[in-house]
């Protein structure tokens, strides 16, 4: 599975971005999909995952209310909508997919798509 991330750039705080990671190679809807990110300076963490039928998403807290992620898998895509976004929200964001367990972990994904850089200003 080949994944491309896309859809980052400058947007000031309290603004809206979409990401979208379009993959190809393989049955994208047997996948678990996730999307994590590395700030400068620190480790990649977790921000959220969806299931294969996309009817379960987990995020993590820090984005809860603010940011949701999607499929369409007949568009072998996924999306990440940003909403009311922070400066601490900037960093490279990377989708990821097939996660065995724990998909909250970067290193249970097989499958990971180069990231896409989100700056926020404040």
């Known amino acids: 599975v080949q994944l491309q991330a896309s859809g980052g750039g400058l947007v000031h705080a309290g603004g809206s971005l979409r990401l979208s990671c379009v993959a190809s190679?393989?049955?994208?809807?047997?996948?678990?999909m996730g999307w994590f990110r590395q700030a400068p300076g620190k480790e990649r963490e977790f921000v959220a995952f969806?299931?294969?039928?996309?009817?379960?998403?987990y995020y993590a807290d820090s984005v809860k209310g603010r940011f949701t992620i999607s499929r369409d898998n007949a568009k072998n895509t996924g999306y990440l909508q940003m909403n009311s976004l922070k400066p601490e929200d900037t960093a490279v964001y990377s989708c990821?997919?097939?996660?065995?367990?724990?998909?909250?972990?970067?290193?249970?994904?097989?499958?990971w798509g180069q990231g896409t850089l989100v700056t926020v200003s404040s």
């Open positions: 190679g393989r049955t994208f809807s047997v996948y678990i």
């Open positions: 990821a997919a097939y996660c065995r367990n724990n998909c909250h972990r970067p290193d249970e994904y097989d499958y």
């Open positions: 969806i299931s294969m039928g996309g009817s379960n998403t």
